[in-house]
C-alpha cells in the first residue's frame, strides 16, 4: 500500500490494472465535470460497472481522497501507456460549464498532492510540454475530451511552475529508480522518460555523427554517483585514456573544453543549452534528459 498521507479519506474502488507497468513518472490531473464531494466522487468509482477511476480525488473543499493506491494503475485517461505511468488526479469543479474553474482550496490541494507525489516517488520535477512526452499529462491529449476543462489546462504550465519551486525549496533527496533506463518506443522514438541509457546515447551520437554503438566509453569513475541518471551503456573507470567522441563532439559542440569526459561543466552547459534547470549533475530522472530525448525525438538538438 502506498499512498498520500494528504489523504483524509479512502474509498478503494476496484476499477484499476493490478501493479504498474513502469515506475510512477508522470502526473494527469482530470476535472470532474461537476461539483462532486470526495465522498460522492469514491461512490462512483466504487461501482465495477462504471468501469472507471482515478487515484486521487479533490472535493471544491479541498479535502484529498485515494481511490486507487499508487501501486496500482487507475483507469483514467484512455491511455493504458499513460495511466501506468501516471498518478491520475480527479479535481472537482466549484462551477458546472463555462471554463470549468475549480475553486482556491482544491487549486491548493492539487499542488501540494503534487509535490508530495514527486517526493515519495523520486520525481524530481514537473514539465507541461503541451503534449504526452511532458511528466504532467492531461486526459485531452488522449482521447476526444476537454478534460481537464478550459480553467485547468491554461494552469498547467503554473501548476508545474508552483510544484518545482516547492520542491527545489524543500531539497527533497531523491530516490533512485532501480533499472532505469530509457528505451524506443513502438514506433522507434525515444522514451522520454529522463534516464540516459543506451538509447539515449545511440540517438545522440547519430544526431553529433560519431560511431552508434549506445556506449560511452572510459568516463571517469569519480562522477559516477553524482550522476544517477546517467544508465546502461555507461563505461567508468578510474583509469582513462582518451575519453569518449561522442563526449568530445558533445562538448564541442556546447562550445566547453574538449576532454572526452562528461563531467559537471559539461552538463551545466548541456543544461543551460537544453533550457533546463542547471546544477551540473544528472539526476534520476532527470528534466535535461528529458528535454534531450524530446529534442533528439524531433530532430531539433
Ligand atoms: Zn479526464
Request: glycine share 10%.
Amino acid at each position: 500500500m502506498s499512498y498520500s498521507d494528504l489523504a483524509c479519506y479512502t474509498a478503494w474502488s476496484p476499477n484499476h490494472y493490478y501493479g504498474r507497468a513502469y515506475n510512477i513518472r508522470k502526473i494527469t490531473p482530470h476535472h470532474m465535470a461537476g461539483d462532486l464531494s470526495i465522498e460522492d466522487c469514491g461512490s462512483v468509482f466504487a461501482s465495477s460497472a462504471r468501469q472507471a477511476s482515478s487515484n486521487y480525488g479533490i472535493g471544491t473543499d479541498g479535502r484529498i481522497a485515494c481511490y486507487v493506491d499508487e501501486s496500482n494503475a487507475a483507469w483514467t485517461s484512455s491511455s493504458w501507456e499513460n495511466d501506468n505511468q501516471a498518478v491520475t488526479i480527479e479535481v472537482a469543479n466549484c462551477e458546472c460549464g463555462g471554463d470549468w474553474p475549480v475553486s482556491d482550496a482544491a487549486w491548493n490541494s492539487l499542488i501540494e498532492l503534487c509535490v508530495d507525489i514527486c517526493q515519495r516517488n523520486g520525481i524530481d520535477g514537473l514539465w507541461y510540454t503541451g503534449d504526452a512526452s511532458g511528466n504532467l499529462t492531461e486526459h485531452r491529449m488522449f482521447a476526444a475530451t476537454a478534460c481537464p476543462g478550459p480553467y485547468l489546462h491554461s494552469l498547467m504550465p503554473q501548476l508545474a511552475e508552483e510544484v518545482n519551486a516547492r520542491l527545489g525549496g524543500a531539497a527533497p533527496s531523491w530516490s533512485v529508480p532501480s533499472g532505469g533506463s530509457s528505451g524506443y518506443d513502438s514506433d522507434g522514438s525515444l522514451i522520454v522518460d529522463g534516464y540516459w541509457g543506451s538509447a539515449t546515447t545511440s540517438k545522440l551520437q547519430e544526431a553529433l555523427g560519431t560511431y552508434v554503438d549506445g556506449e560511452v566509453d572510459d568516463q571517469y569513475a569519480g562522477w559516477e554517483d553524482d550522476n544517477p541518471g546517467l544508465t546502461f551503456g555507461w563505461n567508468w573507470t578510474w583509469e582513462t585514456s582518451n575519453g569518449s567522441p561522442m563526449v568530445k563532439a558533445l562538448q564541442e559542440k556546447l562550445g566547453v573544453e574538449v576532454d572526452g569526459f562528461i563531467g559537471p561543466d559539461t552538463i551545466s552547459a548541456l543544461q543551460e543549452y537544453l533550457g533546463t534547470p542547471v546544477d551540473g549533475c544528472i539526476s534520476s530522472p532527470s528534466l535535461c534528459v528529458m528535454e534531450l530525448q524530446r529534442r533528439l525525438n524531433a530532430g531539433t538538438f
